[in-house]
């Protein structure tokens, strides 16, 4: 799939795919795309950050390498492993057949080599396979991991010191993605292009609750969306994103409802909270959102 | 023609953008060089045609977190808009923002430092040359500083060292480790000489200390800073954030070298300094976006603050249970228990009391000492547990209701 040329050509290409976003998001990936810089997007949970990534891959038709990160994230899972036990059975086989020495040397090649997404990523590329990497919530790494990966967003390469270093002429579409429980360091930030993804405005999010939820009727699209624009102004402890709309809508759907009452709003209420306190103000609460002139 | 029309306006371009990435390092944004020659290939791949997206552009390049991402629309806004898009001039850069807020509280803790000063000498006389660990803060001379911050950063040195044993000391709980046993027996051809065990890693404290500055609080706040600042060295996932009537992560400007930079850059990090407290939406702020909740436990949230909260009653105490039930331990430093006559019934104070697991005193280098001790795990703290302290005051008929 050849790559988008403008602004406008990424909003239709994201478009195509089922994303639709401003034109603020789409200059970020333009700009991601063109100069072959890491892209770093931050937004409330919910607001689809990893979407994007899913769908840019469908859509440039590039395979999608996802890291998930979590606390104690280490360069054995993020990057790569040497498989101990083929390589323990190649010295016992080795050792019955040749003189040993040889076989040490032979132990640490590449095809005792077990890639994990980094690494991955990076043969990807230099195999002239291109891939979208996605590195997910980053905030939720440790520090270390973050000073590693800066060898890795500004050069691409990993150094394997039984091996010596991995590179590629390409380089992938990077996407890394948080939650902003905790700032990520301007080291990281500086090598990427940002960007901040805020909740849609109920229009935008009109046109993805129809793509998400087929057969969903206009009317209760509509409603949806203003309801859970009103929802959003007010302080929740977390706020329902735009895959809660889609839960939300998709089980409205399922329930054959075209509009909402107070009735099926009380009795879908899990799909859009999952906290007790949250629940509890918002059941005191959906006489207002539901209220006069609220949904029209 | 057209081609060295098209040069000559690149030319006036890049001197415009040289300008603006003057005043933005001015406002301390982060511009590299290579940030100015992205933009330029930017600007050839996304052209001119609109302002719109040649802020977008900009933006996308230069900004690094959502603060920015407001004075960088101030300063684009200003900037581009006196100018057409491609004028000849050479834009000179314009001064900085004036920042009301910080230089009044940057006034605020000068002046309280310099009255107090004069009260100290009255009291204890000029020739003092030991700062005494019981001193409180507030009543410290301003040249007495640099004893002090060193003192501060030998105790957040000792904590650091302290807190990273516990991980060592690990007795039980032995587990073969098959990767790394396998790894070392290749060495000797495959056969397992020595085999390597694992043992479980204790968990690393994750500290949160949220920080009140609000007049009241500033000279106090300064010195818990200067603890944090120094503790971030020894404890890099430390997380320190301060609060008025908002909440704003500062352990970035904390990473700087030298505190009095990393003070005026918390200063400047657009807290509100001289509006009333908000505790409870600070509060909840902090639980909705910072606090983890896959490290709820080995979380330790350390709020420092005299609580006078002039939020929404109830808030406050909802956002204090919430945090405590998602944390290991939860402590409240107050300099107002330097006094012995201080009974915490203050709206914020009553409310916050039963969720804490500690109320400690923070107003000199003694009881910053012990709380850093007590961090440690050691110490007889029940006499400070927030609770027995809050039922100690109900029975008194001191406290306020709580919800």
Request: charged content about 25%.
């Amino acid at each position: 799939m050849t790559e988008p040329d403008s602004v406008e050509a990424v909003i239709q290409m994201l478009a195509q795919g089922g994303y639709y976003c401003d034109d603020d998001l789409a200059m970020g990936v333009f700009l991601a795309i063109k100069l072959g810089k890491p892209l770093f997007l931050e937004g409330e949970p919910g607001v689809g950050k990893t979407e994007m990534a899913k769908v840019l891959a469908q859509r440039l038709g590039r395979r999608l390498i996802r890291l998930q990160c979590y606390e104690g994230l280490d360069i054995s899972t993020a990057v790569y492993e040497w498989n101990y036990a083929k390589q323990l059975l190649s010295l016992r086989l080795a050792g019955d057949a040749a003189p040993g020495r040889e076989a040490l040397e032979d132990v640490f090649g590449p095809e005792f080599l077990l890639s994990r997404p980094l690494l991955d990523a990076i043969r990807s590329e230099s195999q002239g396979q291109r891939v979208v990497l996605l590195i997910d919530e980053l905030d939720r790494a440790d520090e270390e991991f973050e000073a590693f990966l800066l060898e890795l967003l500004s050069d691409f390469q990993v150094t394997i010191p039984e091996m010596g270093t991995v590179g590629s002429d390409t380089v992938p579409l990077v996407i890394l993605t948080s939650n902003r429980t905790r700032e990520i360091h301007d080291a990281i930030k500086r090598r990427c292009l940002y960007h901040w993804i805020d909740y849609p405005s109920p229009e935008k999010e009109l046109q993805i609750v129809r793509a998400k939820a087929p057969g969903i009727d206009e009317r209760l699209a509509r409603d949806i969306c203003q309801f859970m624009n009103r929802l959003r102004q007010d302080d929740y402890l977390k706020r329902p994103g735009v895959a809660e709309s889609l839960d939300w809508a998709q089980a409205l759907v399922l329930l054959h409802r075209d509009h909402l009452d107070p009735e099926v709003v009380r009795q879908t209420k899990s799909c859009l909270f999952k906290n007790r306190q949250d629940l509890r103000r918002f059941q005191d609460g959906i006489a207002g959102y539901l209220g006069a002139g609220a949904l029209e | 023609m057209k081609g060295s029309r098209q040069r000559l306006l690149q030319g006036s371009l890049t001197q415009a953008m040289l300008a603006f990435a003057q005043r933005l390092r001015a406002d301390k944004f982060i511009i590299t060089p290579n940030h100015l020659s992205d933009c330029l290939r930017a600007m050839d791949l996304v052209g001119m045609a609109s302002r719109r997206r040649f802020r977008l552009m900009l933006e996308s390049l230069l900004v690094s977190n959502q603060e920015e991402l407001f004075r960088f629309r101030e300063h684009f806004a200003d900037f581009w808009q006196d100018q057409p898009l491609l004028a000849q001039d050479d834009a000179p850069p314009k001064t900085l923002l004036s920042r009301e807020g910080p230089a009044a509280a940057r006034s605020i803790t000068s002046v309280q430092m310099e009255s107090a000063q004069d009260d100290q000498r009255e009291t204890i006389g000029a020739g003092l040359e030991i700062v005494k660990s019981s001193m409180d803060f507030s009543k410290l001379r301003l040249e007495d500083l640099e004893q002090v911050q060193s003192q501060v950063l030998r105790m957040a040195r000792k904590l650091g060292k302290r807190l990273s044993r516990r991980q060592r000391s690990v007795k039980r709980a032995r587990k073969l480790d098959v990767r790394r046993s396998l790894r070392r027996g290749l060495q000797h051809g495959g056969e397992i000489v020595a085999p390597v065990f694992r043992a479980r890693r204790q968990g690393r404290l994750q500290i949160y200390a949220l920080v009140d500055i609000s007049g009241s609080m500033a000279v106090y706040g300064y010195f818990f800073l200067l603890f944090l600042h120094s503790l971030q060295k020894v404890w890099p996932s430390t997380q320190s954030y301060v609060f008025s009537t908002h909440l704003t992560p500062v352990s970035q400007h904390l990473a700087e070298n030298d505190f009095g930079r990393a003070w005026n850059l918390v200063l400047a990090s657009g807290a509100n300094w001289s509006g009333g407290t908000d505790m409870g939406e600070s509060f909840f702020d902090f639980y909705r976006k910072h606090l983890r909740p896959a490290s709820a436990s080995r979380a330790v949230v350390i709020v420092v603050s005299d609580g006078w909260d002039r939020g929404a009653a109830g808030r406050m105490g909802e956002a204090m249970d919430l945090i405590g039930q998602h944390c290991r331990r939860l402590y409240w430093l107050n300099p107002l228990l330097s006094s012995d006559k201080y009974e915490p019934i203050c709206q914020g104070m009553s409310q916050a009391l039963p969720h804490l697991d500690y109320f400690l005193p923070f107003y000199n280098l003694k009881t910053l000492e012990d709380f850093c001790h007590s961090l440690e795990g050691g110490g007889d703290l029940g006499r400070w547990s927030g609770s027995r302290i809050w039922a100690e005051a109900c029975e008194a008929g001191q406290a306020g209701t709580t919800t």
